[in-house]
Structures are given as C-alpha cells and as structure tokens.
C-alpha cells in the first residue's frame, strides 16, 4: 500500500524538490550580484527532473559521509553542484560578473510560480487519495 502512494506522488516529490533547490541556485546568484568575478550558475529543470525519475532520486549517486552507522542519511542533491551549470552572460561587465539581474529576477520569479503551481497540484493530489482512502 505505501508503496503504491509513493509511486503516486514521486513525480511531484522529485518536481518539487528540483524546484526548491534550483530556487537556492537562483537565489544565490541574486545575493552575489555585486561579487566580483562570480559565476552565475543554473541547471536544466526538465533533464534534471528525467534524470531523478530514471534513478529514483534527485541526488543518485551522491551519499554523505558519516562515521557512525547510526547517523541519519541525508538528502545530498543539496550539497552537489557537479550539475550546475555557468550561466552566458549577454552583457560582459568590468568586474568579470556574469550575474545579469533581469535574467536572474525573471528565472527566480517564473520558478516561484511553477514550485507554486506544483505544490498546489500535489496539496489536490493529496486530497483526492485520502478521500478515496476513506469510502
């Protein structure tokens, strides 16, 4: 039974978590719009999204250390970046910046919307299985 609710909501676990972490991406490179030389970055949602549902997760391949069998396994697709990809500006600027803020206001806000439209399609998905769940 678990395993057929899981099944049931891992596209939209795997979708929201890839939305969470390329909004800290984005996030990050808006902080650091006056950092000379920083490198903005970025990752395709739609590969990185087909890639997790082909291995299962968002963060294959990549374990944390731990030094005691009893430490809890954490979710490492926050803490790899060996997907980011640098970002073209179409401006070059002075201080070697590549963070180019409309571009990067405009990726931040168009995925604030997805994340939203996802965790409403998920909160509807949720609703549904557990009135199912009751009759």
């Known amino acids: 039974m678990i395993d057929k609710l899981d099944a049931a909501l891992r596209f939209n676990q795997e979708a929201l978590d890839l939305r969470a972490r390329r909004q800290d991406v984005l996030a990050s490179n808006i902080a650091n719009?006056?950092?000379?030389?920083?490198?903005?970055?970025?990752?395709?949602f739609g590969s990185e999204l087909q890639r997790a549902l082909a291995t299962?997760?968002?963060?294959?391949?990549?374990?944390?250390?731990?030094?005691?069998?009893?430490?809890?396994?954490?979710?490492?697709?926050?803490?790899?970046?060996?997907?980011?990809?640098?970002r073209l500006p179409t401006q070059s600027s002075i201080d070697g910046n590549t963070v180019e803020m409309n571009t990067e206001r405009t990726?931040?806000?168009?995925?604030?919307v997805h994340y939203e439209t996802e965790l409403t399609v998920t909160t509807s998905k949720i609703k549904s299985l557990l009135a199912a769940m009751q009759q």
């Open 56 to 86: 299962g997760t968002a963060a294959a391949g990549t374990t944390l250390a731990t030094t005691s069998a009893r430490h809890l396994h954490g979710n490492a697709a926050l803490a790899t970046d060996a997907d980011l990809q640098y």
């Open 107 to 112: 990726a931040f806000a168009e995925n604030a």
């Open 33 to 44: 719009a006056d950092t000379p030389n920083y490198k903005a970055r970025d990752f395709d």
